[in-house]
């Protein structure tokens, strides 16, 4: 694309939804004594349209989250070709790469598909995906790459809900950092859906416990270092309990019905 590509105009909600979110996480982060810069926002485009995503990337947001491999196909080719344009654009100081985070389920048969796009992969939750991803991850990537990964662990006790349970986490954690193109650079938790800010802060310091727990026992390394809690109702309360990584999606883009 040329220097003269006209790109389109940022979606004015968007703009104001995102003023806003940064404004929340900014009141949370001097509420628990943490700079701002300690707290990554990864924009969830799960609902977003088009134009929605687009937005955030010409508003300046680079870590931007998906669920399902197929839709993160579809959208880092669409988000991609606006970013390029950002970047070919001669009034534009974009340089930095977009950075996708794979928020959903990682079924092994899509492993092959996600490793080309995911910077970090935020559902790492049984020894058989870990294995997997340490088959593929050299062959599509390279023998000397490795995959960001953070362990979901199931801190709320929901029987419908994934991850690893609390107590068979540090285990597993250590047969995962017997693989070696693997970076364990933390964990993830959701709290319940639809509960109070109380109750999300319980089971976001439960996570933290086990986090701490983990990283007592040397379990990543220096890597370990990340706390992917909090969505758009509860990132408040997770990053009172230390989230480095939260994950928002209506609150930038509105709720389902809207953004379809």
Known sequence: MSDTTQLPDVDPNVQSRLEDVRGRIASACDQADRPTSAVTMVAVTKYATADQARSIVSLGVRDLGENYVQNLQQRAVDVGEHHQALQADASSDVNDDLRWHLQGHLQRNKVKAALPIVTMLHTLDSLRLAEELEVQVPRVLGEEAKLPCLMQINCSNESQKGGVAVGAARHLAEQMMELGHLRLMGVMTMAAYGVDADTARRTFARCREVFEEMKKFG?????????????????????????????????????????A
């Open 219 to 259: 379990i990543g390394g220096d890597d370990f270092r990340h706390l992917s809690m909090g969505m758009s109702d509860d990132f408040e309360p997770a990053i009172l309990e230390g989230s480095t990584i939260i994950r928002v999606g209506s609150a930038l883009f509105g709720a389902r019905e809207e953004a």
